[in-house]
């Protein structure tokens, strides 16, 4: 059993109950516990619901546990819940992400890189949950955005909002449910593919930056910076990469 589920609403909290409503109903049985957004703001001690995506995501950092246990977590979030456990899984592991309508732009505003360009390195297992004609991105995303192999997109008809029947929370459902069965399998499959012992032999400076804490490891190096500048990171006779470096 995996678990537990956190739960991060959008900016509307408390309003648009139902989407946590709808899937608590249908997903909490099967996880070992539900923390809920009204859960996470008393755990963190915040008195109210604030909208600001760096607090947020560093009073999630504190709560969501570490280690072994944090890589059986399932973070889901809505609009800019989403954001902020994509932010945290970008940063240290956990089992699997599911983004409800995930914003990748705002409505009547330039392109804002940072809602999104962190996707296209995303290494978690990632499942997009995201309705055709919503307004903060729809069916055309897949045409205007960077997406990491690891993250999978599910279309539905439906808003932002998610005003949809119950027929189709149960098809939403079930989609997660076997996402996150399928889940390890695809991040141990990814975890096998790096060599944490040669990247830090080949790179001193990245093993220095890890003894110093500046890093948890040498892949989370090699994610946010070592792809980018063209480190290897296996030993392996092509020099495969992960990610190709951007031209």
Same mark, same amino acid.
């Given at each position: 059993?995996?678990?537990?589920?956190?739960?991060?609403?959008?900016?509307?909290?408390?309003?648009?109950?139902?989407?946590?409503?709808?899937?608590?109903?249908?997903?909490?049985?099967?996880?070992?516990?539900?923390?809920?957004?009204?859960?996470? @703001?008393?755990?963190?001690? #915040?008195?109210?619901?604030?909208?600001?995506?760096?607090? !947020?995501?560093?009073?999630?950092? *504190?709560?969501?546990?570490?280690?072994? /246990?944090?890589? !059986?977590?399932?973070?889901?979030?809505?609009?800019?819940?989403? &954001?902020?456990?994509?932010?945290?899984?970008?940063?240290?592991?956990?089992?699997?992400?599911?983004? @409800?309508?995930?914003?990748?732009?705002?409505?009547? &505003?330039?392109?804002?890189? #940072?809602?999104?360009?962190? @996707?296209?390195? @995303?290494?978690?297992?990632?499942?997009?949950?995201?309705?055709?004609?919503?307004?903060?991105?729809?069916?055309?995303?897949? #045409?205007?955005?960077?997406?990491?192999?690891?993250?999978?997109?599910?279309?539905?008809?439906?808003?932002?909002?998610?005003?949809?029947?119950?027929?189709?929370?149960?098809?939403?459902? &079930?989609?997660?449910? /076997?996402?996150?069965? !399928?889940?390890?399998? *695809?991040?141990?499959?990814?975890?096998?593919?790096?060599?944490?012992?040669?990247?830090?032999?080949?790179?001193?400076?990245?093993?220095?930056?890890?003894?110093?804490?500046?890093?948890?490891?040498?892949?989370?190096?090699?994610?946010?910076?070592?792809?980018?500048?063209?480190?290897?990171? &296996?030993?392996?006779?092509?020099?495969?990469?992960?990610?190709?470096?951007?031209?």
């Amino acid at each position: 059993m995996l678990g537990p589920v956190f739960f991060l609403a959008g900016d509307s909290y408390p309003g648009n109950p139902h989407i946590e409503d709808a899937l608590r109903a249908r997903l909490a049985p099967t996880f070992s516990a539900w923390i809920g957004q009204a859960e996470i @703001l008393a755990q963190t001690g #915040e008195p109210t619901f604030r909208t600001d995506v760096t607090r !947020r995501l560093r009073l999630l950092d *504190q709560i969501v546990p570490a280690g072994e /246990a944090g890589r !059986r977590v399932v973070l889901i979030g809505r609009s800019s819940g989403a &954001r902020v456990i994509s932010l945290l899984a970008a940063q240290r592991d956990v089992a699997a992400v599911i983004c @409800l309508g995930y914003p990748f732009r705002c409505p009547n &505003r330039v392109l804002e890189p #940072e809602r999104f360009k962190h @996707l296209a390195d @995303l290494a978690v297992p990632t499942l997009i949950v995201q309705g055709v004609d919503d307004q903060y991105g729809g069916i055309d995303l897949t #045409e205007n955005y960077a997406l990491s192999p690891s993250i999978n997109l599910m279309f539905v008809q439906a808003e932002h909002e998610f005003h949809i029947s119950s027929d189709e929370w149960d098809a939403i459902a &079930r989609s997660i449910l /076997a996402f996150c069965g !399928r889940a390890p399998e *695809q991040q141990s499959a990814h975890n096998a593919s790096f060599d944490e012992a040669f990247y830090l032999r080949a790179n001193h400076d990245v093993g220095q930056a890890v003894a110093a804490g500046a890093f948890v490891s040498g892949e989370q190096h090699y994610r946010k910076h070592g792809w980018l500048e063209g480190r290897a990171f &296996r030993l392996d006779r092509d020099r495969l990469r992960l990610h190709q470096p951007r031209t």
